[in-house]
Nanobody, 120 residues
């Protein structure tokens, strides 16, 4: 059973940084593409980045150069490093499985999410 658990969300000031973690269990992480997306209540889900093997793909232009995705298959972890955070980055962040890193491809499974709030 695919299980994903996000952590690391927090309240941070504009310009600050956070690293989110995604712990995977119940499946072989090595064989899956893992993406991060975010959602604000009442708004569309936004795909952010995806990693397949060691190749990262950025879905959302506004995070390019600020957010970085990485993975450690041995530890069954995927990370989202977020720098230069802005109030518009405030959202609940989720990691999710995808069959491949393709913008618009469905997210198959995701966790409960972790809240990121950027405010002074």
């Amino acid at each position: 059973q695919v299980q994903l658990m996000e952590s690391g969300g927090d309240l941070v000031q504009p310009g600050g940084s956070l690293r989110l973690s995604c712990e995977a269990s119940g499946f072989a992480l090595d064989y899956y593409a893992i993406a991060w997306f975010r959602q604000v209540p009442g708004k569309e889900r936004e795909g952010l980045l995806c990693i397949s093997g060691n190749t990262a793909t950025t879905y959302l232009a506004s995070v390019k150069g600020r957010f970085t995705i990485s993975r450690n298959n041995r530890r069954k972890m995927v990370y989202l490093q977020m720098n230069s955070l802005q109030p518009e980055d405030t959202a609940k962040y989720y990691c999710a499985t995808q069959t491949a890193c393709q913008d618009g491809a469905p997210f198959l499974s995701w966790g409960q999410g972790t809240q990121v709030t950027v405010s002074s």
